[in-house]
């Protein structure tokens, strides 16, 4: 399976603990996409790199949250000090250079559960 | 800020052909329009992708009118797996970035035995 993968799929914590996902895009893509989706809605975005370099992030992604891709390739999604509000599914995309940044595709996500 | 609009919800009995609409009156001379499909616990499969007149793929038919400020999904005789939520977004051709990719609440699809 070539897709975009995201490990773990369900992640259950207790308030305050820290979380990190991780997402693995497609091998020659080279922008990396996270969103967060609570029930009922689409996605949110939350921030994209280029490579490695972490181009945008959405005013959604508090200090709490912080998104690494150290060589251009897998890519960390950490919550500190989880809460309850933080419960939502997280989806990671990728897509290459030379396509419309809308042509993205999705990894299976990693639901999160604050308790 | 919102950039379409859809249906919230559509009911089709399966082997019908289902036509979803989706309006962007503002839609901008780069604009790309783009339709995703997602399932239950998966996240959105990209589906069609056009600027204007029709554009067809195995999976579906996508018309734009001339003035592009609306669009039609066309999903050729729906079975039960093509109940999900589908998404139009409309985004800018020539940004690479997402910030303002807004993929609102979508159109839940639900086909009847």
């Known amino acids: 399976d070539t897709g975009v993968s995201q490990d773990p799929r369900h992640k259950i914590t207790k308030r305050g603990q820290n979380v990190t996902f991780r997402c693995d895009p497609i091998?020659?893509?080279?922008?990396l996409y996270w969103y967060r989706q609570t029930l009922g809605q689409g996605p949110e975005f939350l921030t994209y790199?280029?490579?490695?370099?972490?181009?945008?992030k959405s005013r959604l992604l508090s200090d709490r949250f912080s998104a690494e891709r150290p060589k251009g390739s897998f890519s960390t999604l950490e919550i500190q000090r989880t809460e309850q509000g933080d419960s939502a599914m997280y989806l990671c995309?990728?897509?290459?250079?030379?396509?419309?940044?809308?042509?993205?595709?999705f990894g299976p996500g990693t639901r999160l559960t604050v308790l | 800020l919102a950039k379409t609009t859809q249906p919230i919800s559509m009911d089709s009995y399966e082997g019908q052909e289902v036509n979803i609409t989706c309006s962007h009156n503002?839609?901008?001379?780069?604009?790309?329009i783009t339709w995703y499909q997602q399932f239950p616990s998966q996240g959105p499969r990209f589906i069609i992708q056009?600027?204007?007149t029709k554009v067809t793929n195995e999976v579906a038919s996508l018309f734009i009118p001339a003035d592009r400020k609306s669009s039609t999904l066309s999903l050729p005789r729906v079975s039960l797996s093509d109940t999900a939520v589908y998404y139009c977004?409309?985004?800018?051709?020539?940004?690479?970035?997402?910030?303002?990719?807004?993929f609102g609440t979508g159109t839940r699809l639900t086909v009847i035995p």
């Open positions: 056009g600027y204007k």
């Open positions: 995309a990728s897509s290459p250079v030379g396509t419309p940044r809308d042509t993205q595709y």
């Open positions: 790199f280029q490579n490695e370099a972490q181009l945008e």
């Open positions: 503002n839609i901008a001379t780069n604009d790309y």
């Open positions: 977004l409309v985004g800018d051709m020539t940004v690479t970035g997402a910030n303002n990719l807004f």
């Open positions: 091998s020659e893509h080279n922008r």
